[in-house]
Each structure stands twice: as C-alpha cells, then as structure tokens.
C-alpha cells in the first residue's frame, strides 16, 4: 500500500480542514507543524518512510507561513542525506483572497520538493471557468501546479467552499496515484 503523508501548518484551522481532505482522498496520515514551527518527534521518520509527501501552508504575505519554513529549513538534514529523493510531492495553500499571491506559495512548494530530488504532481484537473460556474464546482480557482483553496478572512472552517474541499479530496487521491504507479 502507498504511505502518503500530509505535512502541514495551519494558522487558524482553515488548511488543517484542507490537509484533512486531502489526506482523506489520499487514504493518507496528517503530520501536523505545530505554532512553534517543529513536528512531533517521530515526523521525521514518518517522511521519511513515506511514498509521497503533501507540504500544506497558509499563504501569508506571499509565501508559506513562518512555521513551515522553519519546517523546511530542518528539512535540510534529509536534503543533505538525499533521504525524500525520488518520492511524489505534491502541495497546497490557502488564503483569504481568491488570488492572494497563492501562485508564489506553490513555487515555493514545489521548488523545495525539487531541492529534495523529487517528482511533482500537479493538480491534474481542468479549471471550471465558465460563466455558469460556481465556487462549488471542482477546481473553480483554477490552479495548475498545486491545490489552491480560498477561505475568506471572516469565514469559520466550516464555511471553506465545498468546491475547495473536493478538490483537495480529488488531489490527495491524485497523489497516492502517482506514487502507486511510480512504485510498481
């Protein structure tokens, strides 16, 4: 069976209910950052063992959270051992704004899965932008590289679009697709 791990941050539960979407969709585990920026003890061995990692962040100011970049700063020591190379990457964010600089945020994801020797996966879905669509539909934000998903500033966990929340289910079992094909 294909081990997925979500590595995540979350500011205000928002990416934690996205994280849980895609490690549902993904029959993945949750690998929380905690407000200090570290992960449990035995996350670095959970990654490690992993056929594919998910990197979860909020977008803040145009890029992850400082949490999870003190995550992946730390991440070096596996860099330096070469320990996540050839393994599926995949990764997500989330802002108030529909746009809200999330492009730059994925980058950022993907070129830290890229430093580890890695193999990105991408969302895989066609946009839904017609005038008939809705935030409702599948990939109504139209990203590409990664999951984009809008929680708009004022708005509780329970209020994330269910057109967000089922993409990030469609890109977790993506994901572990990937990674079980890559494996066989």
């Not at 920026?37 to 996350?43: D, I, K, Q, V, W």
């Not at 803040?60 to 190379?85: H, I, L, V």
């Not at 108030?96 to 991408?122: E, F, M, N, R, Y």
Request: aromatic content about 8%; hydrophobic content about 40%.
């Amino acid at each position: 069976m294909t081990q997925v791990v979500v590595v995540y941050h979350s500011g205000y539960g928002h990416t934690q209910r996205v994280a849980q979407q895609v490690a549902a969709g993904a029959n993945g585990e949750l690998l929380a950052i905690d407000v200090e920026g570290n992960l449990p003890e035995e996350g670095w061995n959970k990654l490690a063992a992993a056929d594919a990692i998910v990197f979860g962040t909020p977008t803040y100011m145009g890029g992850p959270s400082w949490q999870f970049k003190k995550f992946a700063d730390a991440s070096s020591k596996a860099w330096y051992t070469r320990a996540w190379q050839d393994k599926v990457f995949g990764g997500f964010t989330n802002s108030a704004s529909p746009v809200g600089d999330k492009g730059a945020t994925l980058i950022q994801l993907q070129t830290l899965a890229s430093q580890h020797g890695g193999i990105w996966a991408s969302l895989g879905l066609l946009p839904s932008n017609t005038k008939g669509a809705t935030r409702n539909d599948i990939n109504n934000l139209g990203g590409s590289v990664g999951l984009l998903v809008q929680s708009p500033s004022d708005a509780s966990v329970d209020e994330i679009p269910q057109g967000d929340l089922d993409t990030a289910h469609s890109y977790g079992r993506r994901v572990a697709e990937v990674a079980a094909k890559l494996r066989s």
